[in-house]
C-alpha cells in the first residue's frame, strides 16, 4: 500500500525556526506553533528555543497527559522524515509514563501546607521582633528571619511556577501572587519566563539566563568573546569593568549573593515595564507594589537609620543562602554555546546539572534543589516526590552511560569556587586584550 502521508525532512524543519515560522515534532508529527507563542502558558521562549525540530522529550516533560488532545489544531499535514528515537530516550518516555500511573505528579502531599504555616511563623516573630521588642539584637535577628521566609516563599514560587500546589488554578494563581509579588517583591511573571528558558536550555552559555552574570561573573572562557545573550536580546560585553570584576569573582561571589536580590527586583519591573507580552501585567505591577508599601514601613518603624540598614542587610543576606544555592547546581558541570536540542534531552539535562547530597531532614532547605537532576527530567514533579524517583532515574542514567552528579553541599561549594576560581586566572591574562568600557550592564544581569 502506498504511504499516502506527506513527508519534510528535518533539513527542511530546522528552516522553521524563526520569529514568525515556528514548527515543531512531536512524535514525528508536524505543527506549526507560530501564532501559539502569544498564548503559550510556558512563554515564547521555549517555543523560540526549540522551533525547527522534534521535541518530544521537552513536551512529555513539561506537559500533562491532557495537553495531548491539543496538539491537532496545530497539526499542518506533514510527519517528520526518518524521525527515530534513541533507547535513552525511549527510556525515559516510558519512566514519565510509569510515574504518571503511581499518580506521582498528582500527589502533592502537605509540602505547601507547612511551607505556609512556618513562613505564617516567620512572618508573625519578625514583625513581633520590630514592633515588640527595643533590641538591636533581637531586630537583627527578625532581619534574618525575613530573609529566612523570602528563601521559603522562594520555594513556594518555584514549585507552583511547575505545577499546582493548590486545588485549583485560580487558588494557585492567588499563592503565586502573595507570596512572590507581594510578600518578596519579585515578579512572579518574571520568574517563569527566566526559569523556563534555564530549564529548556541547560547551561547554554547563550540561551540560558541562569548562566548569564556579566559583568560580575562568568563559567566559562567563552564569555570573554562577549557572547550575544539570546534571553536578553543584546551582546554580553567583556570589556575593561568586566575583566576586572571576573579577575576577582571567587572572592567577591559570596558577598555578591548577599545582595543578589536587589537584580531581582530590578529584573522583575524591567519586564513589567517593557512591552513584552506579559500575562495579568496589571495583577503582577499591584503585587509588586503591595511589597514596596509594606516593607518600606516596617523598616521605618526602627529606631534609627543604623537599625534600618542593619535590617535589611541582615534579610538580604540570609536570602543570599537561596542565591548560592541556585548557582551550585549549575555553575560547575558542563557548558555549551548555542540553542538546545531536544532529540539529546535526556543527556543534556544530565550533563548540565549536579545534585546536592542531603538526608532527609534537611530537604527543607534545599527546597528540592538537592534533586536537580530529577527537578529538570522531570519538572512537573512536586519536590515531595523527587527523593522517591531518584533510585530511577540513577539506574537510567547508568543504563546509558549518563552522567549522575551527586556530592555534598560543601563539595558543590568548592567546585562553584573552583569554576570562579579557573574562569578568573584566565581573565587576568593579558595577552588578549578587550575593548575599553562600554557601558556598564550591572542591572541587567541575573543573580
Known amino acids: 500500500m502506498v504511504d499516502s502521508k506527506k513527508h519534510i525532512s528535518q533539513q527542511d524543519l530546522k528552516g522553521h525556526n524563526k520569529p514568525g515560522d515556528l514548527w515543531i515534532s512531536v512524535q514525528g508529527k508536524v505543527y506549526n506553533v507560530t501564532d501559539w507563542t502569544k498564548h503559550h502558558p510556558g512563554g515564547d521562549l521555549p517555543l523560540l528555543s526549540l522551533a525547527g525540530q522534534d521535541v518530544t522529550d521537552a513536551f512529555v516533560a513539561y506537559h500533562p497527559g491532557a495537553a495531548w488532545q491539543y496538539l491537532d489544531r496545530f497539526f499542518t499535514g506533514y510527519y517528520l522524515e526518518d524521525y527515530t528515537v534513541s533507547e535513552a530516550s525511549k527510556d525515559y518516555r516510558k519512566l514519565v509514563a510509569e510515574f504518571s500511573k503511581m499518580g506521582l505528579f498528582e500527589k502533592k502531599g502537605h509540602c ?95 540561551f540560558d539566563p541562569d548562566l548569564q552574570h556579566m559583568p560580575f561573573f562568568v563559567v566559562s572562557s567563552k564569555f570573554f568573546n562577549s557572547i550575544t545573550s539570546c534571553y536578553y536580546e543584546r551582546k554580553l560585553h567583556f570589556d575593561s569593568v568586566a575583566r576586572f570584576l571576573v579577575s576577582y569573582q571567587h572572592w567577591t561571589f559570596y558577598p555578591v549573593m548577599c545582595f543578589a536580590r536587589i537584580n531581582l527586583f530590578a529584573q522583575s519591573f524591567l519586564l513589567l515595564l517593557s512591552k513584552k507580552n506579559v500575562p495579568n501585567r496589571v495583577q503582577e505591577i499591584f503585587g509588586i507594589l503591595v511589597f514596596w508599601i509594606w516593607y518600606p514601613l516596617l523598616i521605618s518603624c526602627l529606631p534609627n537609620w543604623g537599625e534600618r540598614v542593619m535590617f535589611i542587610v541582615a534579610s538580604f543576606s540570609v536570602t543570599g543562602i537561596q542565591h548560592v544555592q541556585f548557582c551550585l547546581n549549575h555553575f560547575s558541570s558542563n557548558v555549551y554555546v548555542g540553542p538546545p536540542c531536544s532529540n539529546d ?52 542514567c547508568k543504563k546509558h552511560n549518563l552522567p549522575y552528579n551527586i556530592v555534598s553541599f560543601w563539595k558543590s561549594n568548592a567546585m562553584t569556587m573552583g569554576t570562579l576560581q579557573a574562569a578568573a586566572l584566565q581573565a587576568r591574562d593579558l595577552s588578549s586584550p578587550v575593548p575599553r568600557n562600554l557601558v556598564w550592564e550591572a542591572v541587567n544581569t541575573h543573580g
Not at 536537580?372 to 540513577?394: A, D, G, I, T
Request: charged residues 10%.
Open 345 to 396: 534531552w535526556f543527556r543534556k539535562q544530565t550533563q548540565g546539572t549536579l545534585n546536592i547530597k542531603c538526608s532527609s531532614w534537611m530537604d527543607w532547605f534545599h527546597g528540592g534543589l538537592q534533586f536537580q537532576v530529577e527537578h529538570h527530567l522531570f519538572p512537573r514533579l512536586p519536590r515531595c516526590n523527587l527523593r522517591k524517583v531518584s533510585p530511577f532515574v540513577v539506574e537510567l
Open 112 to 206: 505547601a501546607l507547612y511551607t505556609f504555616v512556618f513562613m505564617a511563623m516567620l512572618f508573625a516573630v519578625s514583625i513581633y521582633g520590630v514592633f515588640c521588642s527595643d533590641s538591636t539584637w533581637v531586630h537583627l535577628c527578625s532581619g534574618g528571619l525575613m530573609g529566612l521566609l523570602w528563601i521559603q516563599s522562594g520555594w513556594i514560587g518555584h514549585d507552583s511556577g511547575h505545577y499546582q500546589v493548590m486545588s485549583s488554578r485560580g487558588i494557585n494563581r492567588i499563592v503565586q501572587i502573595l507570596t512572590g509579588n507581594c510578600l518578596a517583591g519579585i515578579s512572579i511573571a518574571w520568574w517563569k519566563r527566566n526559569h523556563n528558558a534555564h530549564h529548556i536550555a541547560c547551561n547554554s552559555l547563550d
